[in-house]
């Protein structure tokens, strides 16, 4: 790692394409520091589990609900009544895929 001491903070600010590199190197650790924090055993919204698995919502609730294979409801997802929203552990849904 650099000693702060020894950066030229000046030619830091003159130089565009670094300030750039810095902004986005500090946006990727922000992202990746949240997930480590994110508990690892959590019940997601079906839309948030769809933008965690990078897949759209219809896909998710499709794999979810087949009638080929369904997936297990209490481990991977859950729903109170039959129109209310579905929760999903994208942990065992990872899992079962």
């Known amino acids: 790692m ?4 020894s950066i030229n903070i000046a030619e830091v600010m003159d130089n565009p394409e670094k300030i750039e590199w810095i902004l986005n190197k500090i946006a990727f650790l922000e992202t990746e520091l949240a ?3 994110k508990p690892q055993n ?3 919204t079906l839309e948030e589990a769809a ?3 990078g897949k759209s919502v219809s896909a998710v609730r ?3 609900k ?3 294979k369904p997936m297990p409801k ?3 997802w859950k729903q109170a009544k039959k129109g209310h929203a579905i929760s999903v552990n ?3 849904f990872r899992k079962f895929m």
């Not at 650099?2 to 001491?5: G, L």
Request: aromatic content about 4%; proline content about 4%.
């Open 35 to 37: 997930k480590l924090k």
């Open 42 to 44: 959590q019940w997601l």
């Open 66 to 68: 087949s009638t080929k």
């Open 62 to 64: 499709q794999r979810l």
């Open 2 to 5: 650099t000693n702060p001491a």
């Open 51 to 53: 933008a965690e698995l």
């Open 74 to 76: 209490g481990k991977v």
């Open 90 to 92: 994208v942990t065992n």
